[in-house]
Structure formats: C-alpha cells, structure tokens
C-alpha cells in the first residue's frame, strides 16, 4: 500500500481483487487491474454519474443515497475491495523540513507542530507522513497528508454502507502523480493541474511525491457558463461549442476563444501564483534554484482536452506543458492499451494511480 493507506492501517499480508474508485462532485469512475503471466492488464473500468448536490466540493451529503446509488450502477461487478481517491480540495499536503529526531519520535515532533501547517483542531484531524530523501546531518524532509478525521469517517461509511470493504484512502494528487510522472521524471519537480467539472487542482511533485497541493473553483462548469454568456446559447451548445473549438485560432471559433481568454488567463494568473510559492517555499527550505525550477506541466482530468490549451499556457508560462500518458507506468511495456479514447483516458488518471497504489 502507499504511504497515504495508512489512514486505515489494512492488513499488509493480503493480496485482494482490489478495484480502484475516483468520486467527484458530479461523477464517478472506477478500474481494475489483473496479474497476467504477460504482465498487468486492465480487467473492467468505466464510469457513472451523480445527481446534483449529491456531493458538494467533496463534502457527502447523502451518505445512504451516494451507497445505493453505487450499488445500482456496480452491481454487475462483482466488486468488493476498494482502494477510494479523497477529495482533494479537502486535504492538506505539504513538505516540511525539520530537526532530526529519532523514528520512534517523529510522529509526535509532527503533530507538536500540525497546527502551523494544517489549520485544522489537531484533535479533529487523522495526517500520515513520510520521509524524504532530501536531508542533512541535521535536519529531515517529511512530507505530510492530513484530512479531517470526520470526512474519512463518512466516506468510509459510504463505502461500508454501498458494501465495498475500504482498503486504502488515499488523497487525489498523489494517486494523479503516481499514474502520470514517469519514472525517468521522478526525481525532477512536475507541477500537474487536474481540470475537472468543478474545480482545478494544482499539485507540485518531486521525488515521485506530491509535496504541495491547491484547488481553485475554474472549472468545465465555469467554461460553460463562460461561453452561454458571452454567445447567448444554452448549457448544451456550449458545451459542444468548448469540445469544438476551444481555445484554437480558428476563424469559427473565435468567439469561443474570445469567451474563454479572460477564464483561461484567470488561470493562468492562478499558475503563476503557485509557481511563484512554490519557489519561494523552495528558497525557504534552502533548496537550490535548481531543485525548485519546473521542469514540466502537465494537464490531465475530461476538461484538460480544451483544444489549444497546453500550447496556450506552454507559451504564456514559458514552461513545457502537454498532456500525459495516463498509462505509461500501469502499463509501460504492453502495446495494446484498454479501448479509452486518449481524450477520456485523461479523466482516469486518479483511478490508475489509485490502482497501482493498491498493489503497493
């Protein structure tokens, strides 16, 4: 399991058909993978939807109604174990440096200085840790997830009560990082911006580790809405106009351009931001100015196949910015990928991640 799944402490001795579930706000998707003589391989993946206000900014509302609604849609697979994705937007991932002590004490030098890192009452909060490779003789790199302990008890009763047995939560970036960085990239910093339906993530990696996170509410929705204003068509139309044109150059679309170029450099501003902290957090931690330059952006989740948007942000950012291979390290010597088109394969990115933790 990854470092994250001890958040429930699952037996390490059992090998399970474990099948790995992405929630957001507005859907959900799921995959399993199988031991072949040949290799790994994918057994089933899809997807669902949910209503509504079922979920909102990764809150449960219904825990009953989210568990029937899962059964229903699952109930012809059989399925039993899962390895579930927390909402991002919910968590709380960063890298500290810190005195050196001894490993039967960190756990407790940690909590001693949660609250300075995680604004959440450390009474109501569950966190999980790691050590870093980058250390002195004095001093370590830990990095740290923490989530309220109140959300894992609801999702893991949603889970129970749709009659899946929880056997990892993990947080949604380090799942996303894990299926999308390459091994020969492991050790340079990757920022990697997951696009959703309702919200942006953005995640810094280094060292094969998601080591700080952020979520804005730019979304699919908010392009959406973007476009029916500016062009006065339904929800529908401009959803379709978004899948068509983008943020091309083309002469038809120029008006979608010109609808989604204040959103789009909205994010931008957003990018930027973070980059900028990130370096600075960086510069604090005395890392060298090459350890905290990005080497690589990468876009990934339904909403990052925006045409024209890698090639948009690469120049305004002046940073190499493409799509990822969501396959590349689940399956990084088969020929034949599972029948996903690359445009939704993008949306998969946490449940391969999810996966492939699993197996750890």
Known sequence: MSFFSRLLQPPSYLSLPVFALDISDRSFKYIQFEKTP?????????????????????????????AALLREQLADKKFRYVALALPEEKGFVRS???PRVAPEELREAIALQLEEYVPLPPEETSFVYHVLPEATPTTMEVLIAAYPTELISIYRDAME????????LEIESQAIARSIIPVMEEKDAILVIDIGLTRTSFLFAKNGYTQLTSTIPIGGNTMHESIMKALSVPEAKAEQLKKDYGMGHSKEGKQVYDALLPLITSMQNEIQRRVE?????????KKSKETSELNHIYLCGREANLIGLPQYLSTQLQTPVSLPNVWINALPNQQVVPEIEFRDSLGYATSIGLALGAEE
Do not use: N, Y
């Open 277 to 285: 902290f990130w370096r600075e957090e960086m510069h604090k931690e």
């Open 38 to 66: 040949q290799g790994r391989r994918v057994c089933t993946f899809g997807s669902g939807a949910f209503p509504d206000g079922l979920i909102q900014s990764g809150v449960i509302t219904d825990t009953s109604k989210l």
């Open 96 to 98: 500290i440096r810190m």
């Open 161 to 168: 009560q749709a009659e899946f047995i929880p056997i990892s």
